[in-house]
């Protein structure tokens, strides 16, 4: 009896390190790919990418599927971690040289200003539920979005300045150099960012979502989601943990934002990057790889992230949203049709006699 | 003193009194009954006692100290934990991990301890996987730790259910329809269970309930309200002869 709940308790963490293994695995492979030059430059181009995606997909399934409250904004927090951390190593592009310290600290402090917002924006925003919630987090990432594309800021001999008119407004001397410049962005940001720190970062990720979620702060969080008035009854803080998850999620997204931001020589917000359709495409990330599954957010991110690519590449430009939209449709009914569910369970009980042993597939 | 003391109790919602001059005091270790008709506002009152509504007038006591609109969370602090009608589990979590929900707040270690796995979190982890898997098996649930609480048959979620909130280490102990929906057989098999948890536990109880067997077995003193009102308090087996009380359950 007790040998089996050992057992059974160590489930999770093996579970775990089956995901770590899945990252390092696919670092190792696309490291083998590259030193055997067998990769094709856009391929190469989309590594950075991939890890953001990645990293933005587990950070919002921390929200959507462990708090199970639905925001449309987690492409705001994403901007702001990029834009503070571009900042940053704008700055102090002269003073560290080293490319990895600098990005090192621009996440640090990227994913901690996020998580600031996460929790000035969660207060107001966590009294709603559902749909109103969704719409208010939408609400939140545009302005976000918008507000950034105003502000100028700029550095001379007498320190910072600021502005939410033009670069004229400033008032900097003539040895003043315009850091963030409205609407144009941040420019000339150093591209520290590697496929290595990519990696490492989504294991960073990884280890805090996985261990969050199997701790007793976590446990806290889905019995919220599971039962509100429940979880009241035993004398969980609901504002307390679904601020705590809230704002977490938004500093990972912030840190996804800097990895994102070091990877571009001009930062600008639009809606494409951190707009409404980046909100939408991460939770479409989040869906398609299951609702409260962690492995399946980071498969989802890359297999969606690489399809249009691919297609791309197969000579199918003019299909390829087409394309990209059957293939949604046919995995949203994979996951959720009651024939489709039947004869998966069908196919898995199949499986697992032929298994006898380890009962493989799960 | 009394454990639980509830003096002049009573809430309006707009126009209507829902519960009206309640007065009841519960000794420690009792069995009490609360019984009524349908929308006599036997809900209402637990949920004045967890501090789901605030009351309009009246004052309630538990342990000597005063409860009277404090939250939720501070009164499941202060000692009392419920169960409810419909029955409310973590759906999505196993067995063992709703008993822990309700071990959290006495064994704590902080956010940083759990993510980076300090000591402190094996160490707490370790007694709250024994303390919950102690808990289980004085529900003869400890077989079914790792299965999902929504795969448990009816009966054994209503045992989860008390047994996640005993967890939270109470002094008094409300139960809110138990036998709701069961059989002869599975009501007798509750009654069973829950003398025994008041003896195991040494636990003061007051629950509310339709099943007229179920409240004369094991019920040491009840109330009966009507309409908000109280219409008789006593001891069970004079207050179930009282003809007020047949009036209102059978009619004239």
Not at chain 1, 179 to 196: N, R, S
Not at chain 1, 305 to 312: A, G, K, M, Q, S
Request: proline residues 2%.
């Amino acid at each position: 009896m007790k040998l089996r709940n050992k057992f059974k308790f160590d489930k999770r963490a093996r579970q775990s390190l089956i995901t770590y293994a899945m990252v390092i695995i696919a670092f190792v492979v696309v490291q083998i790919l590259l030193a055997t030059g067998s990769m094709t430059s856009l391929m190469k181009g989309l590594l950075v990418p991939l890890c953001v995606y990645a990293i933005l997909a587990v950070s919002l399934n921390l929200t959507v599927g462990i708090l199970g409250e639905l925001s449309l904004g987690h492409a705001g927090f994403m901007c702001i971690g990029a834009f503070t951390g571009a900042f940053f190593s704008k700055c102090v592009q002269d003073v560290i040289t080293i490319g990895w310290l600098r990005i090192s600290i621009a996440i640090i402090l990227g994913s901690a200003m996020a998580g600031l917002f996460g929790f000035l924006i969660g207060m107001p925003v966590l009294r709603l539920k559902g749909d109103y919630l969704a719409i208010v987090t939408l609400g939140f990432g545009e302005i976000i979005k918008t507000v950034v594309n105003v502000v100028y800021i700029g550095r001379d001999e007498n320190g910072f300045h600021f502005s939410i008119k033009s670069n004229m407004d400033l008032n900097m001397t003539e040895n003043g150099k315009t850091i963030v410049k409205g609407a144009q962005g941040i420019t000339g940001t150093p591209k520290d960012a590697t496929f290595t720190i990519g990696i490492i970062l989504l294991l960073v990720t990884l280890f805090i979502v996985l261990n969050l979620i199997n701790s007793r702060d976590g446990r806290a969080i889905m019995a919220i989601r599971d039962n509100r008035i429940a979880a009241e009854s035993v004398g969980i803080n609901i504002t307390k943990y679904k601020l705590m998850a809230f704002s977490i999620s938004a500093a990972l997204a912030g840190s996804a934002g800097v990895l994102y931001a070091h990877n571009l020589n001009t930062l600008t917000a639009s809606t494409n990057n951190f707009g409404y359709n980046m909100s939408i495409n991460i939770l479409v990330f989040v869906v398609l790889g299951g609702i409260g599954n962690i492995r399946g957010s980071i498969i989802g991110a890359v297999i969606l992230t690489l399809l249009p690519e691919l297609l791309r590449s197969f000579n199918l430009d003019n299909l390829r949203m087409l394309i990209y939209a059957i293939i949604l449709i046919v995995v949203m009914l994979f996951n959720s049709a009651p024939s489709f569910i039947q004869f998966r369970e069908k196919v898995t009980a199949v499986v697992k006699s032929k298994l006898p042993k380890k009962g493989g597939v799960n | 003193m009394a454990l639980l003391e509830v003096k002049s109790l009573g809430i309006s919602f707009g126009g209507l009194r829902a519960v009206d001059n309640l007065n009841v005091s519960i000794e420690q270790g009792k069995l009490y009954g609360l019984i009524g008709p349908n929308g006599a506002g036997k809900t209402t009152i637990f949920n004045l006692l967890t501090g789901v509504y605030k009351p309009s007038d009246g004052f309630i006591t538990l342990d000597g100290v005063d409860i009277t609109g404090k939250s939720t969370i501070e009164i499941n602090k202060a000692g009392i934990a419920r169960t409810f009608q419909n029955i409310r589990l973590f759906k999505g979590m196993s067995v063992i991990d709703n008993v822990k929900i309700g071990l959290h707040n006495g064994n704590g270690y902080s956010t940083i301890e759990g993510i980076l796995r300090l000591p402190r979190y094996h160490k707490v982890e370790k007694e709250m996987q024994e303390k919950a898997l102690e808990l289980l098996k004085v529900f003869d649930l400890d077989s079914e730790a790792e299965t999902l609480a929504s795969n448990l048959p009816y009966g054994k979620q209503r045992k989860l259910e008390i047994a996640r909130a005993l967890a939270t280490n109470p002094k008094l102990l409300l139960l809110d329809e138990p036998a709701a929906g069961m059989n002869p057989q599975e009501t007798l098999a509750l009654m069973e269970t829950i003398q025994f948890v008041r003896k195991h536990f040494n636990m003061t109880i007051l629950l509310i309930e339709h099943d007229m067997k179920l409240v004369s077995g094991i019920c040491e003193e009840l109330t009966v309200l009507n309409f908000g009102q109280v219409l008789a308090q006593g001891e069970t087996s004079e207050v179930l002869n009282n003809p007020d009380v047949i009036k209102a359950y059978l009619g004239e």
